[in-house]
């Protein structure tokens, strides 16, 4: 992710003292993002055989709750037989089951039913973390059989029961902590806002790292326990952490900058909108440039995948990436934003000056805003200079004692961010300002 800046530095005289605004536009270049290689973008292609001699066993198909049957999203895309399929692979999920699992007569898309099942029941239940990422599949004699782990010497499933067990407390643990801090918010917003951001700075971007088991970057837990995460175990985890809240969240992939990508999208009073946590978390920190999209604004650096009607049958047999009907996105009531009053149109200085002052009151650093327009991002960009010596003066004026140098100021994509600073009295004297300017002239 590229982000473009200038740089540039200007002075305020004001009061009879002098304050360094020192506005100097500095790259802040995010860690780098690769392509994900996993079951977010690219699941694996089964392996299909013919083996006369396999030994399939008659599956139970599982019971879905009342519960999931409100979250889930992607089952209710299948038809009946892939939805008979989902169940039962679901149950083998569920039981780490070890072997041959008899379909039945599935006739002759048999490869693609399996396919998109196998794909809705991963995009739906996050918390199976270790769902593998492939199966094998036997056609003989008109009958399908599905595995996950064929014996005991493969290792099938991403982690073994024991470390499932194991690992549950902890899981879990950090699942609730996070979802404890949502009890008390007043709106899906505000929570979405809380998982959104306890993301951005417990999670660091990181496709090298992996402790015991291989590949936990691409899933809820390894985003959720240790804390490192590419942008599908981004995903994951956070549309478990929204149902888990009571917000209806789903999976999307598709490309961006060109690597393969997933985010979700949520819907908040019947509208739909497109978050992206990863784009989002810059080096632990959280910001909000991509926090409920519309469709139209996501499309500006990401390309969604064709949906499941639009794959031809080769495509979805040989696991490549498709996303289940996707829903609209329109509005912009709920975008982070225009809900926070946080748009820049006609005055560039008084909704800036009033959340500096808010975000230094809640003890952060920066604050963010969105542009309405083209123009008046192209305006704040040529006269910041001059906009930024009366957003300082109004901030020391309503602000009393405390003192900011706005430090940087960056651009990404259609919105700005302001990192300020707070400085001493004392070392914004005229005296000062003076001596180090003749030392600069010496």
């Known amino acids: 992710m590229k982000r473009f800046f200038k740089t540039a530095i200007c002075l305020l005289l004001c009061l009879g003292l002098c304050f360094s605004c020192g506005?100097?536009?500095?790259?802040?270049?995010?860690?780098?993002?690769?392509?994900?290689?996993?079951?977010?973008?690219?699941?694996?292609?089964?392996?299909?055989?013919?083996?006369?001699s396999v030994s399939a066993l008659s599956g139970s198909q599982a019971q879905l709750t009342d519960e999931e049957k409100d979250f889930i999203w992607s089952y209710y895309f299948l038809d009946e037989t892939e939805q008979f399929l989902y169940r039962t692979m679901l149950n083998m999920v569920r039981n780490l089951t070890v072997g041959w699992i008899d379909m039945g007569y599935l006739g002759n898309n048999a490869s693609v039913n399996v396919a998109r099942a196998y794909r809705a029941l991963s995009n739906d239940f996050p918390e199976y973390y270790w769902m593998p990422v492939s199966y094998y599949i036997n056609l003989h004699d008109g009958k399908t059989s599905v595995a996950f782990k064929r014996n005991d010497a493969e290792d099938g499933y991403g982690f073994t029961k024991k470390q499932i067990e194991d690992n549950a407390e902890e899981f879990y643990d950090n699942i609730n902590r996070i979802i404890e801090k949502t009890r008390n918010a007043e709106s899906d917003f505000e929570k979405e806002v809380i998982i959104h951001d306890t993301l951005c700075k417990a999670v660091t971007y990181d496709s090298d790292f992996d402790l015991d088991v291989k590949d936990s970057i691409y899933t809820a837990y390894g985003a959720l326990v240790n804390g490192h995460a590419v942008c599908e175990g981004y995903a994951r985890a956070f549309k478990l952490l929204c149902r888990y809240a009571g917000i209806k969240c789903i999976l999307v992939t598709g490309d961006s900058r060109g690597v393969g990508h997933m985010w979700n999208m949520v819907e908040l009073d019947s509208q739909w909108y497109h978050v992206d946590v990863t784009w989002d978390d810059l080096r632990k920190e959280a910001l909000h440039t991509y926090f409920n999209l519309t469709e139209l604004s996501i499309r500006a650096d990401h390309d969604i995948d064709i949906t499941y009607a639009k794959a031809d049958s080769t495509l979805i047999s040989q696991g490549n990436s498709f996303n289940f009907y996707l829903p609209k996105a329109e509005s912009y009531e709920y975008n982070y934003y225009v809900k926070n009053e946080l748009v820049i149109k006609d005055d560039p200085i008084t909704p800036t000056v009033?959340?500096?002052?808010?975000?230094?009151?809640?003890?952060?650093?920066?604050?963010?805003?969105?542009?309405?327009s083209q123009e008046s991002q192209v305006d704040f960009r040529n006269n910041y200079e001059t906009y930024v010596v009366e957003i300082q003066k109004k901030c020391v004026e309503q602000m009393g004692d405390v003192y900011f140098k706005l430090s940087t100021l960056s651009f990404p994509s259609n919105t700005c961010i302001i990192y300020f600073e707070e400085y001493k009295k004392e070392e914004f004297s005229l005296w000062s300002y003076l001596l180090n300017k003749f030392k600069d002239l010496k």
């Open 23 to 52: 506005c100097t536009l500095k790259e802040e270049v995010p860690p780098d993002r690769e392509a994900t290689i996993n079951t977010g973008t690219v699941i694996t292609a089964p392996q299909i055989a013919t083996d006369e």
């Open 354 to 372: 009033s959340e500096i002052i808010n975000a230094y009151n809640k003890g952060l650093r920066k604050a963010e805003f969105l542009f309405d």
